[in-house]
Each structure stands twice: as structure tokens, then as C-alpha cells.
T-cell receptor
Framework: RKEVEQDPGPFNVPEGATVAFNCTYSNSASQSFFWYRQDCRKEPKLLMSVYSSGNEDGRFTAQLNRASQYISLLIRDSKLSDSATYLCVVARSGGYNKLIFGAGTRLAVHP | GAGVSQSPSNKVTEKGKDVELRCDPISGHTALYWYRQRLGQGLEFLIYFQGNSAPDKSGLPSDRFSAERTGESVSTLTIQRTQQEDSAVYLC????????????FGQGTRLTVV
């Protein structure tokens, strides 16, 4: 079993739709959580960190459920420019936290 | 520098040759990661350096792959006797030592083995 698992998609949605991505992790001692975005043929970049209480940044909302070892990302009012691969990232506990990346979920927003 | 720098940006090599890829992390970042990404695939962890600790080499796919880093400076990833399946983008990332900080990626080296 992979340490971080994501639905690979692709998710094909129309502009304006709300879409949700899920991610599960297997190491219960994981301490830090992130969502990264990767555009085609580009390097991954941080979209947002995920905090225990949940957090929102404009149209993006991230949630963490430690009991179920589950992270989610909700995108409201999808834009064409949201088309990308979304990577769930978990940092293991201890010291300086090695980062483990999920394989990513591909999102395609169409007119 | 302002960001993570990788060189070369593109490398075409003949099967069986050795290649060396370079990563200059953000100054002061103690953690450095190498990942491989094949076309249309996710990131595959290769190796992780943290300060002066022994590196985590658990992701290296074979003994043809090795990496070095001196202190908190430049890292090199070496692939010996390259094979066609080594063709991929090799991404380097660095991260500060404080928990919950983000990792910053370089633009990658696109390796093509012909």
C-alpha cells in the first residue's frame, strides 16, 4: 500500500463547478500536510498548507481528519486556469519531516 | 540564489553513458530531495538529505544511481550506464529546517536516453 494515496482522476468539470479531491495517508504519526499544484511540464508549487482546524484561501478549502487519516481539497467556482494536477503531500513525524508525495489527481476544467 | 537551480535543464545521452545532474538549493535550506517523474506519471522519491545526517537512499531504483551532497550546499545525482527507462524529468527540491515549511522545487532536468 502506498503511504499517500489519491484518486488519479482525471476529473473533467465545467467552469463554475465545485470539485473535491481526497487523499488518505497511512502513517498515523504524520505531522504536516500540504496540497501542491503541478501544471503540465512544470515543477510542483505549493497551493496551500493544511491545518488541523481546516483552512480556506479564496476559492480553495483544505480539511484534515486525523482520526480517519484523510485530507481533502475543495475548489469552488472552478476556472479554466485551475486545470492542473493536484498533489497531496504528507511530512512524516520527527526531526525535519521527510516529504511524501501522492501520485496526484488531474483536473481538467472546460468551458 | 533566489530559488532552486538545476542544471542542465535538458540532457540527451547515449545508452550506457554516465550522467551527472546538479542541484543548487536555496541558501540555508537544510533538507534536499531528489525525485524522478516519468512522462504522465507522479513523483517518484529517490533520495533525501537532511543536514549532516546520513541520507535516506530508500528510493534509489538501482545501484547505478547515486547522489552526494556536501553539508547544506550543492547536490549531484549521478546515473551510471544509463538505460532508456531512465528517461524522465529529475526534480530537486529544498526545504528549510522548520516544521510546516514548504518545499521549493527547481525546474528539473529533462533526461533523454537514446
Amino acid at each position: 500500500r502506498k503511504e499517500v494515496e489519491q484518486d488519479p482522476g482525471p476529473f473533467n468539470v465545467p467552469e463554475g463547478a465545485t470539485v473535491a479531491f481526497n487523499c488518505t495517508y497511512s502513517n498515523s504519526a504524520s505531522q504536516s500536510f500540504f496540497w501542491y499544484r503541478q501544471d503540465c511540464r512544470k515543477e510542483p508549487k505549493l497551493l496551500m498548507s493544511v491545518y488541523s482546524s481546516g483552512n480556506e484561501d479564496g476559492r480553495f478549502t483544505a480539511q484534515l481528519n486525523r482520526a480517519s487519516q484523510y485530507i481533502s481539497l475543495l475548489i469552488r467556482d472552478s476556472k479554466l486556469s485551475d486545470s492542473a494536477t493536484y498533489l497531496c503531500v504528507v511530512a512524516r513525524s520527527g526531526g525535519y519531516n521527510k516529504l511524501i508525495f501522492g501520485a496526484g489527481t488531474r483536473l481538467a476544467v472546460h468551458p | 540564489g533566489a530559488g532552486v537551480s538545476q542544471s542542465p535543464s535538458n540532457k540527451v545521452t547515449e545508452k550506457g553513458k554516465d550522467v551527472e545532474l546538479r542541484c543548487d538549493p536555496i541558501s540555508g535550506h537544510t533538507a534536499l530531495y531528489w525525485y524522478r517523474q516519468r512522462l504522465g506519471q507522479g513523483l517518484e522519491f529517490l533520495i533525501y538529505f537532511q543536514g549532516n545526517s546520513a541520507p535516506d537512499k530508500s528510493g534509489l531504483p538501482s545501484d547505478r544511481f547515486s547522489a552526494e551532497r556536501t553539508g547544506e550546499s550543492v547536490s549531484t545525482l549521478t546515473i551510471q550506464r544509463t538505460q532508456q527507462e531512465d528517461s524522465a524529468v529529475y526534480l530537486c527540491a529544498s526545504r528549510g529546517g522548520v516544521r510546516n515549511t514548504e518545499a521549493f522545487f527547481g525546474q528539473g532536468t529533462r533526461l533523454t536516453v537514446v
